[in-house]
């Protein structure tokens, strides 16, 4: 079978070595990953310059050498549709998927581009029509951003970041019972599936994490 290329684009630096190295045994074996970055041909003086004002919704991401970087979620916008028409023309690839959880304002492109929020919202709303959704996010000020974004009759969210200290996962899961959550998302691409694995562990209910899911949406293309 002939090799397929898939772009991923991350809204830090790419390589993501601590999401693609995870995720990439996933895909099936014709499949070659090709990674792009939103921030790759940005100095630091320019990545500064995206961070969020005062009012602005934060996009937290990572940068090559590992650090976590908060951006705004207008001007990652703003970006975006440029660098995903480079992607495609340069790298001559057959569909892209978004290394992001947010719900962008998605202009229409003539090539396939898979926004993980698009799928775990069919999931949540259409599929297990979820009534009462617990959500992890990176950072305290996104807690509004979730509950708007996900539009259930509630939305619990915790916040703990993928790439820092915080609650610990026992802590998490004993609020998602006493809610009574029905589901939960991991609403970062940053977690990880040991992430996944300990939550899951801890409560009888589905746990989504957008790197698999992104993974196995990109599989049934091809």
Same mark, same amino acid.
């Given at each position: 079978m002939n090799s397929v290329k898939v772009g991923l684009l991350t809204i830090g630096q790419?390589?993501?070595?601590? *999401?693609? @190295?995870?995720?990439?045994?996933?895909?099936? #074996?014709?499949?070659?990953?090709?990674?792009?970055?939103?921030?790759?041909?940005?100095?630091p003086v320019e990545i500064k310059r995206l961070k969020p004002e005062i009012?602005?919704?934060?996009?937290?991401?990572?940068?090559?050498?590992?650090s976590q970087v908060q951006l705004s979620e207008k001007k *990652?916008? @703003?970006?975006?549709?440029?660098?995903?028409? #480079?992607?495609?023309?340069?790298l001559n690839v057959s569909v892209i998927g978004v290394l992001c959880t947010n719900d962008f304002q998605?202009?229409?492109?003539?090539?396939?581009?898979i926004f993980p929020f698009d799928y775990?919202?069919?999931l949540t709303t259409h599929v297990l029509q979820i009534k009462i959704l617990g959500i992890v996010v990176p950072l305290k000020n996104q807690i509004e951003m979730a509950e708007k974004k996900w539009e259930k009759d509630k939305v619990i969210v915790e916040v703990k970041s993928p790439?820092?200290?915080?609650?610990?996962?026992?802590?998490?899961?004993?609020?998602f019972i006493q809610e009574k959550v029905e589901a939960i998302i991991l609403d970062c691409i940053g977690y990880n599936i040991?992430?996944?694995q300990e939550i899951l562990s801890l409560l009888s209910v589905p746990v989504f994490l957008p790197?698999?899911?992104l993974a196995t949406a990109i599989n049934q293309l091809f």
């Open positions: 790419s390589p993501r070595d601590d *999401v693609v @190295s995870e995720i990439k045994p996933l895909f099936l #074996s014709h499949i070659e990953i090709l990674e792009t970055g939103l921030l790759d041909n940005l100095s009012g602005e919704t934060p996009l937290v991401t990572r940068l090559r050498e590992g *990652v916008n @703003s970006l975006m549709p440029g660098v995903l028409d #480079s992607m495609k023309t340069k998605k202009k229409q492109f003539p090539f396939p581009v775990l919202n069919f790439y820092g200290e915080g609650k610990s996962w026992e802590e998490i899961a004993q609020r040991k992430d996944r790197r698999v899911i």
